[in-house]
């Protein structure tokens, strides 16, 4: 019986409600070409502060979302999508910056009110700047990326594009920065700061039959922990008890890219916290159907 055979059977033998099948990471892991740190969430260490004390949200943005709503996905709001391209981090622990290089893309389209605003940021940039010559291979943490964003901002990818394999850092203009960020831990600060700003920087626990995973709720079938890694959340639906998150293993896996994690799942809301950033423009931010130039700066 094959791992994806066995997953099947154990999906079926628990009840759970999602799909496997034979994923471009998956097949690295079967074929023993899976790097160890790949992966990418470094364990606990020094996580500095992000300057934001308050638990209210009241004076950071928009206060629409009062009361929240009982779901949540910045794929459709207002007949938009305000997320940004699946992207692939290939063999290398870089997974923090993906994640963060995602949360902030879609926060700058909703602080702009404009889902088509054209800001891809660089991962390169961001990662191989922030972690030095041995990134890849330890990873990073969600606190130590937002600061290296308010210290020293984050440029474009055409700028520095991101290659899946270790690089030196190359010196580019910032375009957006971090002002401050806080650390959502309970289930209404969470889903408040998912709903007031944009989707955040999440984390969780991967398990071996995660990297089959190919649609539905997920669950894990079994204990086999691989690693730790970082994702963007983009939404919640109390309905169907889960999390929408954006992943960076490129769009053969999951739903296209995307993931759906059962509350209560992986540890991302309880071993996890979300961060919750405000960013703004460095440069002078674009003009709707411009490449860049037009409105003055804004923090979401």
């Known amino acids: ?64 979302c009062k009361p929240l709503p009982s779901a949540r996905d910045w794929r459709d709001v207002d007949g938009a999508d305000w997320i940004t391209p699946i992207r692939d981090q290939g063999m290398c622990g870089s997974c923090v910056a993906f994640a963060t290089c995602a949360s902030l893309e879609s926060r700058m389209r909703v602080a702009n009110k404009d889902a088509n605003l054209n800001l ?8 191989f700047c922030g972690t030095g010559t041995d990134g890849c291979e330890k990873g990073w ?97 109390d309905d169907a008890g889960c999390w929408a998150i954006k992943n960076s293993w490129g769009d053969g896996w999951g739903e296209g890219g995307f993931g759906r994690i059962g509350y209560g799942g992986c540890g991302i809301d309880a071993q996890f916290a979300f961060y919750d950033a405000q960013v703004e423009w460095i440069e002078t931010p674009p003009a709707k159907g411009a490449s860049r130039r037009g409105a003055r700066r804004r923090a979401v």
């Open 141 to 237: 943490q969600p606190g130590l990326a937002l600061e290296r964003c308010r210290d020293h901002g984050v440029g474009r990818d055409a700028d520095f594009p991101y290659r899946g394999r270790q690089a030196y850092c190359k010196g580019i203009p910032p375009v957006v920065r971090v002002k401050r960020w806080r650390k959502a831990v309970d289930a209404q600060a969470r889903k408040e700061a998912l709903c007031v700003r944009g989707p955040v920087i999440g984390a969780m626990v991967v398990y071996s039959d995660f990297l089959y995973y190919r649609g539905g709720v997920y669950r894990p079938t079994t204990s086999d922990v691989l690693g730790l890694h970082a994702i963007a959340v983009i939404g919640y639906d």
């Open 120 to 127: 891809v940021l660089s991962v390169a940039d961001l990662f």
């Open 1 to 64: 019986m094959t791992e994806l055979d066995r997953i099947r059977r154990a999906i079926a033998g628990q009840g759970l409600e999602w799909k496997a099948g034979l994923t471009p990471i998956a097949k690295l892991h079967k074929a023993g070409r899976l790097a160890p740190g790949v992966f990418g969430l470094a364990p606990h260490g020094r996580e500095p502060g992000g300057g934001w004390r308050s638990r209210s949200l009241a004076g950071f943005g928009q206060t629409g």
